[in-house]
């Protein structure tokens, strides 16, 4: 994967005239020294730059069609011989038009420009000769010495060079790169962090030599060299040296040299470009405005045929393409941009979804269509916080509400005036069987011994941290380790009295309730691996001298190693239903001899060259056979408020998730469970791990044969599937009620999204709150960010930022569908009013022996489509078929959108119908009517239509609103008002008379009427789904 996408990176940059990377020299604090140019160490979100905003938003609105012809239809107006009216009616819309739009590209570029300053204006502390000094992200440079304090984001690629730890190393959080909960312990140079202090690294002479940058980020090849000590110093460097941008110190404060910076960070080389998307609605319409351009082209050519052809014919069919250009209305595209604007205001006005913002104001309308949700993990469906939930002893539980009579059990053992704890826990094992109290203790004391946890102590401003240290202080000390589920075992462990107060490479102190600090040595510790799925440590208790060996792990692997019982499978598979991550924990009691032999054989297999993995991994197993099962723990990674509620109204409303993590297979399963992503009554099938052709093809079909049943997936297995058999592999998950896709890499994720366009041709949408998930969010065709405690990043990139998932539904069920069908009523209205006045000239024009004459002048036609009918039509946003709360509570409405009706070719006919209807009639009308003047038709049948428009828009909507009477109160006193100023067009005193009156009213209802029986008739017997529910 990686060599593949790296030679495409290449061609990439060969053809934007960029070098390729190539491996570099890198001196300690000397960034003048490179042998190459770098990038700047910038983040760039933005589409276009200073110089490219106007060609690029130009281009982009004029590779439509749509505004291309407006554009060629007003240049057309410079040729005299073309010319029908004043320059204005054609170049004031359609000035109107680009303003609009450049003023809020323009909005929205400088909103990211401000958020990109922000994160390009965190200060460092940077090492130079000089002493500390501060410095902006953005003005680091490679081979600058950068410091960066606990908690700090790191902020360009780095080698880890020291650390202000104890111990020597230093844990990262990395859920920003890689999604993964478990934090990574990572190593500085040996020979730096030997050094006295960190100003030392000024004095040496050593650089390191690094790989050209690439988009791996789980590996890293370099070397460390010193070359002023004798011998000279070299190191091989490795992934656990690094510390890569976007990823969070979690302990200490660190010293590191940066290696790559700008667009070279491998957290940027992750991501891709954004790109403008464009809303398939808008597609919709674009193709809409084709129909209507060939109409205009027949309408024209029939007219000129109609003419025998006679003359400058082709001057005349020009003429007449001009004449008919209504047929397009400008209006629309200007509607729809102002529409768009409106929904996000409405959107960041909701009080029910707070935070809410809506970065790219131009796809609205997506979210009224989506079909495909693909949600990230950690962060985004859980709160990344592990809570311990239940403790079984086979024969009892305990969850949190019965936690204090485990606490009671650990008092009693502790405080009974007797021998310690583990000869009393001997000597009535002998008897009967151990009392309960002693059970817990045991399961106890394993769970506060079996583990990687190490306290820290810092100062808290009242104790320093060396004091906190010696009396272990409780209020000082904070855990570390890789795994959030350790730590909260640890934690539990000190709620009911057993606390973990100290711990080095040799040695655990325990705190027991009475105080007395009980002391273990380490004898050996078994570090858990992805392969073996397990952990142990072998300690001696320094009061007894009692060695046990303890053990926990997933209850695959522990079912075989600990002594039979009956409850095991079944609590395990219970407690993995209600979402809870299971380990079982043993133990098993060495004498010293055994223990001995153990160690003899364990070194010797350590020092064998061949084989040495299989040899220790032996030797190991042989101490892993009948040991005593203690309990089993359920920790739960807190899922965000609301998830399921959220993932049931979703699924309801047609959409199917799709959950893709970084995280590992086991936490993506028991997460997809807690969250009812799969329901209970639904199997899962988790796709075996495959290397090759061979494989794939034999578990694709074996996942065939499964039907109703949820996906699990690696990534690994993935990549092969989709390189052999994209189609199939496709085509069966999107069957699929579920999908989880697990350890899965940033550029995956996007890949998958891809994917899911091209083969179904549905909508998708991105939901995530991580560095990682970027180019997801990006490539969806909605990209929403949710605003992570760890940052900002996916918010940042996408479309649109929520603060918590739970707030989707609400987007999606209700702004969503609103902005669909508001903008697909709108679309059609603006649509039908312009071939009103269309039909009207070309029934006027065929009357009159086919003159290019126009019927309207001047001031009429531009004030028909905007001062007389603006106002009206636009408040057609303002429209909604159902309550929000109905919206929330029945998302089958949802549903109905996904066949795309509001907008289809059957309900533009249908406009396009009573658009000629209602033309024809008040132009026929207007001519049967008229008595002696040309000018009267003008008036009656222009008074007509303007009233005609006004009462079809009350036709058209479906919940009034203050707003809506406003417009149409308005815009009837406008054309009332303004006939006192149209005397070149309408005889103002034959408006007065009673003729005038009686005639108008007669065209506009038989225009009117016949459809708004229609729309009783309709209502009454074949009603909206929506209609039912409002009743």
Not at 349 to 357: A, E, F, H, L
Not at 749 to 756: E, F, G, N, S, Y
Not at 901 to 913: A, D, E, G, N, Q
Request: hydrophobic fraction near 40%; proline fraction near 3%; charge should be neutral.
């Amino acid at each position: 994967m990686d060599s593949k996408h790296r030679g495409g990176c290449c061609e990439c940059l060969r053809c934007c005239g960029r070098r390729e990377p190539r491996p570099r020299s890198v001196w300690l604090g000397h960034p003048e020294k490179r042998d190459q140019r770098y990038p700047r160490n910038v983040i760039n979100n933005q589409k276009y730059n200073f110089f490219t905003f106007l060609p690029g938003v130009l281009f982009n609105q004029f590779k439509y069609f749509f505004n291309l012809y407006f554009l060629l239809l007003a240049c057309s107006q410079f040729v005299v011989e073309m010319r029908l009216g004043a320059l204005y009616t054609y170049w004031v819309p359609l000035g109107f038009v680009l303003a609009v739009t450049v003023i809020r590209e323009a909005a929205e570029e400088l909103r990211c420009y401000m958020r990109d300053k922000e994160v390009n204006s965190q200060i460092y502390s940077k090492l130079t000769a000089r002493g500390t000094v501060k410095v902006k992200s953005s003005n680091i440079q490679v081979g600058d010495l950068i410091i960066v304090e606990k908690n700090q984001r790191v902020p360009a690629d780095m080698i880890f060079l020291r650390t202000s730890e104890k111990n020597g190393s230093c844990f990262l959080r990395t859920d920003q790169l890689d999604g993964e909960t478990d934090w990574k312990l990572r190593l500085p140079v040996t020979c730096t962090q030997r050094l006295p202090t960190a100003s030392d690294l000024l004095q040496i002479r050593s650089y390191v030599y690094a790989e050209e940058p690439n988009i791996d980020i789980h590996n890293f090849v370099g070397t460390f060299t010193r070359e002023d000590s004798d011998p000279p110093v070299n190191e091989s460097l490795s992934i656990e040296n690094t510390l890569w941008a976007s990823t969070v110190i979690a302990s200490g404060t660190v010293v590191g040299v940066v290696l790559y910076t700008g667009r070279e960070l491998r957290s940027v080389m992750n991501t891709s470009n954004p790109r403008s998307k464009i809303g398939l609605f808008d597609l919709e319409v674009n193709c809409l405005t084709k129909i209507l351009f060939g109409a205009l082209v027949v309408v024209s050519l029939v007219m000129v045929a109609l003419q025998h052809f006679a003359g400058r014919w082709y001057l005349q069919i020009i003429r007449f393409l001009l004449l008919f250009s209504n047929i397009i209305p400008i209006s629309l595209r200007v509607n729809l941009d102002m529409g768009k604007i409106v929904y996000s205001w409405v959107i960041r006005r909701d009080s029910k979804i707070p935070g809410t913002v809506v970065r790219s104001s131009t796809i609205p309308e997506q979210l009224g269509r989506i079909s495909y949700l693909l949600t990230d993990k950690t962060g985004t469906l859980t709160q990344n916080e592990m809570v311990f939930k239940r403790l079984h002893l086979g024969t009892v539980a305990y969850g949190l509400d019965s936690m204090d009579e485990v606490q009671s059990h650990i008092f009693s053992i502790y405080t009974q005036p007797q021998d310690p704890p583990a000869v009393k826990g001997l000597s009535l094992a002998t008897k009967v069987r151990r009392t309960m109290s002693s059970r817990v203790h045991e399961a106890v004391k394993a769970i506060a011994l079996c583990h990687n946890v190490t306290p820290v102590y810092e100062s808290n401003g009242v104790t320093d941290q060396a004091e906190a240290e010696r009396h272990y202080e409780d209020s000082c000390r904070v855990y570390q380790a890789s795994s959030p589920d350790e730590v909260a075992l640890v934690q539990w462990t000190e709620s009911v009295g057993l606390t973990l107060v100290g711990r080095d490479q040799s040695s655990v102190q325990l705190r027991s309730p009475g105080g007395h600090i009980l002391n273990f040595t380490i004898l050996q510790i078994f570090p858990f691996t992805y392969e073996s799925k397990r952990m142990g440590i072998i300690v001696r208790d320094e009061s007894t001298g009692e060695i046990t060996f303890y053990m926990k792990g997933a209850d695959v692997v522990m079912a075989g190693i600990v002594q039979y019982n009956d409850w095991l499978e079944e609590e395990c598979g219970n407690m993995a239903r209600e979402g809870l991550r299971v380990l079982v924990v043993a133990k098993k009691s060495l004498t010293e001899e055994q223990y001995q032999d153990f160690e003899a054989r364990y070194v010797q297999a350590k020092l064998s060259v061949h084989d040495r993995s299989l040899k220790v991994a032996t030797v190991i197993e042989s101490l892993e056979m009948e040991m005593e099962l203690l309990c089993l723990t359920g920790v739960e990674d807190q899922l965000q408020t609301d998830v399921r509620p959220t993932l049931e109204t979703l699924r309801n409303a047609g959409i199917k998730v799709w959950m893709l993590t970084g995280d590992k297979l086991e936490t993506a399963t028991c997460t997809a469970k807690n969250a009812h992503l799969v329901t209970r009554t639904q199997d899962i099938h988790i796709f075996r791990l495959v290397t090759n052709r061979g494989e794939a093809h034999l578990e694709l079909n074996a996942f065939r044969r499964k039907h109703d049943c949820a996906l699990v997936i690696s990534g690994d297995s993935l990549e092969v599937c989709l390189k052999y058999y994209e189609y199939e592999f496709m085509e069966l998950a999107c069957q699929c009620p579920a999908v989880v896709c697990c350890r899965c890499a940033p550029t995956q994720k996007a890949q998958i999204v891809r994917l899911l366009q091209e083969r179904t041709g549905k909508l998708t949408c991105a939901v995530g709150d991580g560095g990682n998930d970027v180019s997801m969010i990006q490539e969806a065709d909605c990209g929403v960010g949710v605003e992570g405690k760890e940052g900002k990043q996916a918010s940042l990139a996408a479309d649109f930022s929520i603060t918590q998932f739970k707030h989707l539904g609400r987007l999606l069920m209700v702004h969503g569908r609103n902005s669909y069908k508001r903008s697909a009523a709108l679309s059609q209205f603006v649509i039908h009013r312009s071939l009103c006045i269309s039909t009207m000239q070309a029934v006027f024009s065929s009357v009159f022996y086919f003159a290019s004459v126009p019927l309207y002048q001047g001031f009429l036609i531009i004030g028909y489509s905007t001062i007389y009918t603006m106002f009206p039509v636009f408040s057609l946003v303002l429209d909604k078929d159902v309550k929000s709360e109905v919206a929330m509570l029945y998302p089958e409405l949802y549903k109905d959108l996904l066949k795309g009706r509001p907008l289809s070719y059957k309900t533009f006919l249908i406009w396009v119908l009573i658009s000629i209807y209602q033309g024809s009639i008040i132009m026929y009308g207007a001519l049967l009517l008229f008595e002696s003047e040309f000018v009267h038709i003008v008036a009656i049948s222009f008074t007509s239509l303007i009233l005609t428009e006004l009462l079809m828009v009350a036709l058209t909507i479906q919940t009034w609103h203050w707003l809506m009477i406003v417009a149409e109160l308005l815009s009837l006193s406008c054309y009332i008002a303004s006939l006192v100023f149209l005397h070149e067009f309408i005889d103002v005193y034959f408006i007065a008379t009673l003729s005038f009156l009686w005639k108008v009213t007669v065209i506009t209802l038989v225009s009117c009427l016949p459809l708004y029986v229609l729309k009783y008739l309709r209502r009454r017997f074949s009603p909206p789904s929506y209609s039912k529910l409002t009743s």
